[in-house]
């Protein structure tokens, strides 16, 4: 499945309606600081900080890409649930991963404490995980 990567810097209609199904599918505990869904996607599109993945043009995962100067956090990921379990987040991390080093930084990983999902992901990628503060 060719999943295109992209910061998304403006959301058309359509990605609009995708990033909703992507965060409508999420858990509540995913959205920490954030009220929901729609101030995460409002926000990280404000500050261009939203990485998606695309498949024949739709959105299928989505998360929020902090960039610093030597580090960049991944955290927020998301993947529509009829989609899952295709390596849909493993390519966003991936192609995360590689833009920080095109960069200079490094990436880590940045989830609540005991997620055991990212855990697995970050061990996958051999990337650090930070623990979200709440």
Same mark, same amino acid.
Request: charged share 20%.
């Given at each position: 499945?060719?999943?295109?990567?992209?910061?998304?810097? @403006?959301?058309?209609?359509?990605?609009?309606?995708?990033?909703?199904?992507?965060f409508?599918?999420?858990?509540?505990?995913? &959205?920490?600081? &954030?009220?929901?869904?729609?101030?995460?996607?409002?926000?990280s599109?404000? @500050?261009?900080?939203?990485?998606?993945?695309? &498949?024949?043009?739709?959105?299928?995962?989505?998360?929020?890409?902090?960039? $610093?100067?030597h580090?960049?956090?991944?955290?927020?990921?998301?993947?529509?649930?009829?989609?899952?379990? #295709?390596?849909?987040? @493993? #390519?966003?991390?991936? @192609?995360? $991963?590689?833009?920080?080093? #095109?960069?200079?930084?490094?990436?880590?990983?940045?989830?609540?404490?005991?997620?055991?999902?990212? $855990?697995a992901?970050?061990?996958?990628?051999?990337?650090?995980?930070?623990?979200?503060?709440?």
């Amino acid at each position: 499945m060719p999943i295109i990567v992209e910061l998304l810097n @403006e959301a058309t209609y359509q990605d609009q309606q995708d990033l909703q199904k992507i965060f409508r599918d999420a858990p509540q505990w995913l &959205f920490a600081p &954030f009220s929901g869904g729609e101030q995460l996607i409002e926000t990280s599109l404000r @500050e261009g900080s939203l990485i998606a993945g695309r &498949f024949n043009d739709r959105l299928l995962g989505a998360a929020r890409l902090m960039r $610093q100067p030597h580090v960049w956090h991944l955290s927020h990921l998301c993947v529509r649930k009829v989609t899952r379990r #295709r390596g849909v987040a @493993e #390519r966003l991390a991936r @192609e995360a $991963q590689a833009m920080a080093a #095109r960069s200079g930084a490094t990436l880590h990983l940045l989830a609540p404490a005991g997620h055991l999902q990212a $855990q697995a992901l970050a061990a996958k990628l051999n990337v650090p995980l930070d623990v979200l503060s709440q």
